[in-house]
Each structure stands twice: as structure tokens, then as C-alpha cells.
């Protein structure tokens, strides 16, 4: 065979690998590649003699042509950065800085919800007054949009693990923007509820796609402290909300809180818009086997290619698939610790208005700043977590790579810190309750909730990141289900917290608490016992 020369066609659009191939046709064709590149110096169509560029021709067209590629692609490239998807990227690749700017973004707009939930706390008695109704149809509105923020998640997560991560948070924080406004103009609490159910639908997405973002961007090594940066937001929430909305309720009326709130969603969807890439990537198909035979069989390889993407394309999403990753035993007990876990920490906080308001006389403002301690404990509990689950995480895989074995996601559990804060918020509750019960100086109860914040922190940024690791290409689906079961208790939590302390009193319902979570840390344990069994069932359900 003659020596060739390699001819391009204005239709090369594949990828590099794809240009290599070389498939040998029929007697007398030509020699192409898969991107219908003629590779034959004796053959060229009619059609391409006035559009093909040929490498050996003038070098001065080439190069005028490739410098305004060059200029089109630079312009493409800084507009994908803010507000485009970009498929010839993979996210993980991307520099620190932009995904520090993801994460940014990510932890701001995973703040909505707990400031939006907390916010109107200090407010409660000022909109009974004006909406003319009773305190529980005011605590109604606190349990709708507790229970709305469990349940959408997975209709979220659902359809950006199908579709991408970016196109739903610009349709969901839009959504949480109208609520929000729609809540500043309510004239009745029937009005107001309806929006505050809308406004959670939207601003929830980012309660399970932001641990999606996180695994599409970020490896496993660095996964702990992006988990620990992203948490602070949700964190800082519940601690600002009530803050802000105690001093704006004060100077400005009750509306102000949801004017913030609108503001607040607002610059935070222009963010999205603007400087929030696509980091979803569609999981690549097989790539077809090259052959040598009788073109029939191609045309039939090639006709059932197109029927089974035709059927793909016809698949009806389940709208709440996300809860079959219930069926893996580690992921229903790590999500039933995590449970166990919100529904104390939400208990501990709903009664803690209520005692420091009553018990202790502060006002709606002083009660709000009393949250600090907490929310410190929290983001020190947050970060030190995830930058420990990273290092031992690194250690066990270290160790592991020295002997030749398998490396699994459990390898992130364990260590004598998680263990021991579990102990320690064993500790700091029943402190906390004790100290209530016999109405000791009031420092020494903000002294507990700050160690009572780190100690629930530490696993649960943690075990974020282990679930994360367990099924990273559903990663926002996986964390959908955390957050459903985590905010269903939560739910349950803030509604029995007050009968409870009147029932049991405070030193035994803290010392119940402390106990209950102690108890569900048996979950760990099992967990780190049944590794290898329940690695192998992972590995052959995703086969």
C-alpha cells in the first residue's frame, strides 16, 4: 500500500482517540477514521475538494484560521467558566481556585434553609399577633418547612444525577426567591404556610447537591476538609438566623426577615448564574468494537446502537430513586445514626430558646447571640472532622497500597477522636441538663452547648464524606437520602421538645439524649465490622 496523507474534513469533531482509529474498508474504498477522516492520498470526494485543508498545503491559511479558533475558543472558555457547562473538562481538574469558588457558592446557598428556618423564630408571638391566629398554627409553619426540606432533596438529587447540577439550581433557588418574596407579602398564615412550603422546595436543593458538587470536583483524599468548609454555612445558619431576625423583627417589623431572606436568595441565584459551572458529567458509553466484517453486520451493530439509545432516552425517572440506596445495610445504618443525631440536636435547640426566654429571662436579640457558643462548637467540630477523616482516610489507603489489598470507603472511619466525641457529647449533655435543672449561672450552659456542637460535628461531616465516597457518581442522591431521614427526626424533634422538657424535666431529658446517640453509635461499629461483606454486595449491584 501507498504511503498516505492524512486529509481533514470540516466534519472531525471526535475526540483524539477517535481520529487514531483506523477502520480498513472494502476492496477499493478509501482508508477513514470513525470521524469520517479520508485517509487515502488517491481518493478525495468531490464534495470535500473545496472545504478540506490539507496539512501539507499553505501555511499562512492554517495559521489565520487556527489564531481565530484560538480567539473563539478563549472567549468560549471564560464564558463557560461563569455561567456555561463545559464537557472537555473533567471537574476534578479544575484549579484551586475555581473550585474553591464552587465550594463558596455551594456552602452560601446551603445557608438558605437553616437561616430561612430559624430566622422568624424571635418573631413567632409578634406574626401570631398580626395574622390573628394560634401558636400552633404558627409552629405549623416551622414543621412545614422542615418536612418539605426532607422530602425534596430526593426529587432534586433524582434528576441531577441525570441531568446536571446546574440548570436545577438555577430552577430551584428561583423558586425559594418567589417563597421568599411571596412570605414578605402574606396577609393571612394560610398564605404565608403555602409560601413557606415553596420556598423550601427550592432552596433544599442544595441540601443534597451540594455533597454531589463536592464529589465531582474534589477526590476522596480531599473530600473530608471540602465537607468540612461546606457544612459551615449550614452550620452558621441556625446560630445568624435568629440574630438577625430578633434585631430586624425590633427596628423593622416581622416582613423585614423575609425582605433579607429575598435579598439574600436573590444575590445568591445571580451567583449561580454567573460564576456556577456544570460540574455533572454524563458517564461515558462503551465504545464500540472495531471490525472487519461484512458491512451488514455493521449496519446491524449500528441499528441496535440507535434503538438502545432511543429506549435510554425514553426512560421515565422515578422521581424518588434515591431511596433505593436504602437497600445497602451500611447506608441505611449510617442514615439512622444520622438521624438519631438530628433529632437531638434539633430538640436540644428548640428547647433552648425556650429556657434561655423564660428560665433566664433574655430577650428575642440576647437569645440569638446565646447561640454562638453552639455554632463555634459546631465549626470547630465541622472542620477538625473532616480534616481528621482525610488523614486517616490517607493513612488506611497508605497502609493498604503497601500490601497490595483493596481500598474501601470504610477505610475513613474510625480513630480514637471519632470515638471519643461521641463520648464527649454524652458528656456535654447530660452536663447541659443537669446544669438546667438546677438553674445554675447561665454561662456554664453555653460552656456545654459549645462542646455539644463539636461532639455531634465530628461524625456527621464524617459521615458525609464516607456515604459521598460509597457511591460518587450519585453522590447528591446518596446525601438526599441523609438529609430525608436527618430532617423527618429533626421534624419530630422540635415538635415533642417542649412536652418532653415539661414531662421529664431537664436533666433527664438531656441525659436521654445523650444516651439515645450513644446507643445508635453501635450503628459504627457494625459498619466497620462488615466491611468486606458489604463492599463485595456494592460492587456487584453497580456491575
Not at 426512560?315 to 444520622?338: D, E, R, S
Request: some cysteine; charged content about 15%; hydrophobic content about 40%.
Amino acid at each position: 500500500m501507498e504511503p498516505v496523507s492524512r486529509v481533514l474534513s470540516d466534519e472531525s469533531t471526535k475526540s483524539y482517540l477517535e481520529r487514531e482509529l483506523i477502520i480498513s474498508l472494502d476492496e477499493g474504498g478509501p482508508m477513514i477514521g470513525p470521524s469520517l477522516e479520508t485517509m487515502d492520498s488517491n481518493y478525495t470526494s468531490p464534495n470535500q475538494q473545496s472545504k478540506t485543508i490539507v496539512r501539507k498545503g499553505s501555511t499562512s491559511a492554517t495559521s489565520t484560521v487556527n489564531s481565530e479558533k484560538e480567539h473563539t475558543g478563549t472567549s468560549r472558555r471564560a464564558w463557560r467558566w461563569k455561567c456555561g457547562p463545559s464537557s472537555d473538562t473533567d471537574p476534578s481538574e479544575f484549579s484551586n481556585i475555581k473550585k474553591n469558588m464552587i465550594l463558596f457558592i455551594v456552602a452560601i446557598a446551603g445557608s438558605i434553609p437553616p437561616i430561612s428556618s430559624t430566622i422568624y423564630y424571635p418573631a413567632l408571638v409578634t406574626m401570631q399577633n398580626a395574622f390573628h391566629t394560634s401558636d400552633t398554627v404558627m409552629n405549623a409553619s416551622l414543621s412545614v418547612f422542615t418536612f418539605f426540606t426532607a422530602f425534596f432533596p430526593l426529587i432534586w438529587a433524582t434528576f441531577s444525577d441525570a441531568y446536571g447540577r446546574r440548570s436545577i439550581y438555577i430552577i430551584s433557588y428561583f423558586i425559594s426567591l418567589i417563597g421568599s418574596i411571596c412570605c414578605a407579602l402574606s396577609v393571612n398564615a394560610e398564605m404565608f404556610i403555602v409560601f413557606r412550603a415553596f420556598s423550601a422546595i427550592g432552596s433544599s436543593s442544595a441540601m443534597s447537591m451540594g455533597a454531589g458538587t463536592i464529589a465531582d470536583i474534589f477526590e476522596p483524599h480531599e473530600r473530608g476538609r471540602a465537607f468540612a468548609y461546606y457544612t459551615c454555612g449550614p452550620l452558621l445558619g441556625p446560630a445568624l438566623g435568629p440574630i438577625i431576625g430578633g434585631y430586624l423583627n425590633e427596628g423593622l417589623g416581622w416582613r423585614s426577615n423575609f425582605w433579607f431572606l429575598s435579598i439574600f436568595c436573590l444575590f445568591t441565584w445571580l451567583g449561580i448564574v454567573f460564576f456556577l459551572p456544570e460540574t455533572w458529567r454524563k458517564s461515558p458509553d462503551p465504545l464500540p468494537v472495531a471490525t472487519t466484517e461484512n458491512k451488514d453486520k455493521d449496519q446491524t451493530t449500528k441499528l441496535v446502537g440507535i434503538e438502545t439509545q432511543k429506549r435510554s432516552k425514553r426512560k421515565i425517572i422515578n422521581p424518588i430513586g434515591a431511596l433505593k440506596l436504602l437497600q445497602y445495610p451500611n447506608i441505611a445504618l449510617t442514615v439512622t445514626f444520622a438521624g438519631v443525631l438530628f433529632f437531638v440536636l434539633y430538640l436540644n435547640s428548640t428547647c433552648f430558646t425556650r429556657t434561655y426566654t423564660l428560665q433566664y429571662g433574655f430577650s428575642s436579640g440576647l437569645v440569638g447571640v446565646c447561640y454562638l457558643p453552639f455554632a463555634a462548637g459546631s465549626m470547630t467540630g465541622g472542620i477538625m472532622g473532616g480534616r481528621m477523616s482525610d488523614k486517616t482516610y490517607t493513612k488506611n489507603t497508605k497502609k493498604t497500597k503497601e500490601t497490595k489489598q483493596d481500598i474501601y470507603p470504610e477505610m475513613r472511619l474510625g480513630g480514637s477522636i471519632l470515638w471519643g466525641s461521641i463520648v464527649l457529647q454524652l458528656f456535654g449533655f447530660v452536663a447541659y441538663g443537669w446544669c438546667i435543672e438546677k438553674n445554675v449561672h447561665f454561662a456554664y450552659g453555653l460552656l456545654c452547648q459549645f462542646f455539644i456542637g463539636l461532639a455531634l460535628m465530628f461524625p456527621n461531616v464524617t459521615l458525609n464524606a464516607y456515604m459521598v465516597d460509597c457511591f460518587r457518581t450519585q453522590g447528591a442522591s446518596v446525601t438526599a437520602c441523609n438529609n430525608f431521614a436527618r430532617y423527618i427526626m429533626a421534624g419530630i424533634g422540635s415538635l415533642i421538645a417542649s412536652d418532653f422538657q415539661r414531662a421529664l424535666g431537664s436533666g433527664p431529658l438531656f441525659t436521654f439524649c445523650g444516651g439515645f446517640l450513644l446507643l445508635a453509635s453501635v450503628n459504627l461499629f457494625i459498619i466497620k465490622k462488615m466491611t468486606l461483606k458489604w463492599a463485595v454486595m456494592r460492587e456487584n449491584s453497580t456491575d
